[in-house]
């Protein structure tokens, strides 16, 4: 069997290292901002970059990376670190309240215990509301010495522009191919390698997602999510297969229906098979195209992320009776 690899925490990915050696000259040349933001698709690892900036800031003895031996390092594996803080919503889907920005002021406000930099990790930057984000803002107005606040969104445009102005912003793209596809295949299980490339392409080439779809459980849910599309394609009642488009992660479900479209407006314009990210869907793809336009798919994959961004702003909406109207819209912009 395959001895899977774990990546250091100390050290970033091979495709960030363009980023990290920009970030690391301006620490070294003392023109590191008192924040940053992160922003790039979700699966290219803005989370692991940001903390291993954290490590290096908080290393005694700091090298290329964080020396991993240091007394500080110790802590930092142990996640016990007193000058390092993680901020993000208490449960999926939610947002990050005003009271979690008041114990950030409070941590930030507080000298270095370790004697060095203070670091602050929030993500995603998108998921706070205007009074957690007015708060925050003081901070990014007035920081402290020696502390860093580190952003991450993978939905830039949601985060508020005045946060915006007050960090230095970073767009990480995907990353190379052939990098995603060497990282994949030292991280997946021998079976899961052989189908490496299959899952980068559904996951638009983002590595980390790819890993994630090699989850069994994912695999099963997107089988069933296909069946569902088919049946609802050949003519099914949308409310009564509902139930089965909101099994499982509903953001997955979310995400698929929009690669679909994505893919098929793609092979519209292109015909070109060998480009598709999900081959099994031809078939449903060739039935599409006698009832659908491209314009029609493009409204209709709007109507879907207003419901992604709806979940992960934190609203609360009725799932089921919110996938009755998508899947209805569906069949009238795709079907008929």
């Not at 409070?106 to 000298?111: D, I, L």
């Not at 939905?155 to 946060?163: E, G, H, P």
């Not at 299980?189 to 989850?215: F, I, T, V």
């Not at 990210?277 to 336009?293: C, I």
């Amino acid at each position: 069997m395959t001895e899977l690899v774990k990546d250091s925490p100390l050290i970033p990915f091979v495709w960030q290292q363009d980023y990290w050696n920009q970030l690391t000259e301006q620490h070294r040349s003392g023109r590191l901002p008192h924040a940053l933001l992160l922003a790039g698709a979700q699966g290219i690892g803005k989370y692991h970059l940001a903390r291993a900036m954290a490590a290096y800031l908080l290393c005694r003895q700091p090298g290329k990376t964080a020396c991993g031996n240091c007394a500080s390092c110790s802590l930092f594996y142990a996640g016990t670190h007193p000058d390092l803080m993680e901020v993000m919503p208490e449960s999926e889907g939610k947002q990050i309240k005003i009271e979690q920005i008041r114990k950030l002021q409070t941590f930030a406000n507080k000298t270095a215990q370790q004697g060095g930099f203070r670091v602050v990790i929030l993500q995603p930057a998108d998921a706070m509301n205007i009074n957690a984000a007015n708060a925050l803002l003081k901070n990014l107005e007035e920081p402290g010495d020696n502390v860093l606040f580190i952003l991450l969104s993978h939905r830039l445009n949601a985060v508020m522009a005045t946060i915006k102005s007050r960090c230095q912003q970073f767009s990480l793209p995907v990353p190379d191919k052939e990098l995603a596809l060497d990282w994949l295949g030292r991280h997946l299980s021998s079976h899961g390698a052989l189908h490496a490339e299959k899952l980068l392409r559904m996951a638009q080439g983002n590595p980390l997602l790819a890993q994630e779809l090699a989850d069994e459980a994912l695999h099963k849910q997107r089988d069933k999510l296909f069946f569902a599309m088919e049946n609802l394609t050949r003519g099914g009642d949308p409310v009564e297969l509902a139930p089965g488009f909101i099994e499982g992660n509903l953001q997955w479900t979310l995400r698929w229906m929009q690669q679909w479209l994505n893919d098929w407006c793609r092979w519209m314009v292109t015909q070109d098979e060998s480009d598709l990210s999900f081959p099994d869907m031809l078939p449903l793809y060739r039935q599409w195209q006698h009832s659908s336009d491209l314009e029609k798919a493009r409204l209709l994959f709007q109507e879907v992320g207003y419901l992604r961004t709806q979940l992960l702003s934190g609203a609360n909406p009725n799932i089921q009776l919110a996938m009755e109207a998508l899947l209805i819209r569906w069949v009238d912009k795709m079907l008929l």
